[in-house]
């Protein structure tokens, strides 16, 4: 039987070109509540090559210990060297539970990995729950009709965990983890051919803005969508979102759609504009760190999860928001 002090939680960052993707930080906001109710040490994964910077950043940022796999091979995404790489390391330490990103590439790897391993996978986490004294992982089946409770009875459990679910990490201390560095030279017969390729809808900035702006039904006529990217220019690093009847309607495009169906987020701020508030798209924006709703009815349930509730006409009052801040940025 393991002692709590040798116990591991993995996680494995997600990085694409030199950045680390922010939904890294949610893996770490997930560990850490799994921590709580399972004390384990936590430790971050990177595998990829030349990763110093970033495994310094991540040891810097959360304060975890990082262990970085300096892989040539992986001058190019491979899923395949992940899934070998991550085995030997699983059946050399034994964790308790391995993170990744529901991401089609975390997906990719976390379903292999189980495979290879024997270790259960859960995919799609968005809580934890402690049910008498079983430890429960939280996810939605049937388009969010069913909010299932999942247990897993696995020496390694693997999870998926959804972005936008676990919120953004904020660490208790600043001391820096440390960095270990192995360097991993990865020989295959089958070495697949990868070539890099930008997605149109993967890695859409409104997965990684800090904030979001999004348009409802309520602004009723196309044109006022003008009105919710001039509100978003006054922030940067911003990105306009919206529900799903603007993306049916086609004045939005599908990537923009927030919700169960649409994108998860979790900006530092997430400003709704004529949005009621319905449980699918309350699902893809509720881990958001502050939210503003502007709604002209103030028994909108958009209202029960915003920390700033504006109850008007969006008509009026972006307009009036936007002279506001162009006449103190002029003082
Ligand atoms: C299986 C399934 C999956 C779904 N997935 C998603 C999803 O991923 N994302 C999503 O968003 N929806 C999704 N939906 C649809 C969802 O149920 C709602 O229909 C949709 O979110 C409602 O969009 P809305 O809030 O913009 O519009 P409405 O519900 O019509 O609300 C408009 C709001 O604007 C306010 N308003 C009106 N005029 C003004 C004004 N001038 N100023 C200020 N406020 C005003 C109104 O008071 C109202 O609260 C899904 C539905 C199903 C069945």
């Known amino acids: 039987m393991q002692k709590d002090s040798e116990k591991i939680i993995y996680i494995v960052a997600e990085h694409f070109e030199n950045i680390i993707k922010p939904v890294t930080y949610e893996l770490v906001a997930c560990a850490c509540k799994i921590k709580k109710f399972y004390p384990a040490n936590i430790r971050v994964i990177i595998l990829g090559k030349e990763t110093e910077k970033l495994s ?92 299932a409770h999942i247990a897993a009875d696995s020496d390694t459990l693997i999870i998926t965990v959804q972005p936008g679910t676990f919120g953004i990490y904020r660490p208790e201390s600043q001391k820096p983890g440390s960095v270990e560095t192995r360097k991993v030279q990865y020989s295959s017969e089958i070495m697949p051919v990868i070539v890099k390729r930008r997605s149109e809808t993967l890695d859409s900035p409104i997965s990684e803005a800090k904030v979001i702006v999004s348009a409802g039904n309520g602004i009723g006529e196309r044109e006022n969508l003008d009105l919710i990217y001039k509100l978003a220019g006054i922030f940067p690093g911003s990105a306009v979102g919206g529900s799903r009847i603007l993306v049916d309607r086609g004045w939005l495009e599908y990537k923009q759609q927030i919700g169960l169906t649409g994108t998860q987020v979790a900006p530092e701020l997430y400003i709704a504009c004529g949005i009621s508030g319905a449980s699918q798209h309350l699902a893809g924006m509720k881990g958001s760190g502050f939210i503003v709703a502007i709604n002209k009815d103030k028994g909108a349930a958009i209202f029960n999860e915003s920390d700033i509730c504006v109850v008007e006409d969006l008509k009026t009052f972006i307009p009036a928001l936007i002279e506001e801040y162009e006449k103190e940025s002029k003082a």
């Open 56 to 147: 310094f950043e991540i040891a810097r940022t959360t304060g975890l210990d990082v262990t970085a796999i300096e892989i040539n091979e992986l001058a190019f995404n491979n899923a395949q060297i992940y899934k070998d790489v991550l085995k030997e390391l699983t059946e050399e330490s034994h964790p308790s539970f391995v993170l990744f990103a529901n991401t089609p590439h975390g997906l990719d790897v976390a379903c292999g990995l189980s495979v290879r391993t024997g270790g259960a996978c859960i995919a799609g986490v968005e809580g934890i729950d402690k049910i008498g004294e079983t430890l429960c992982f939280r996810k939605q089946m049937f388009y969010g009709k069913i909010n």
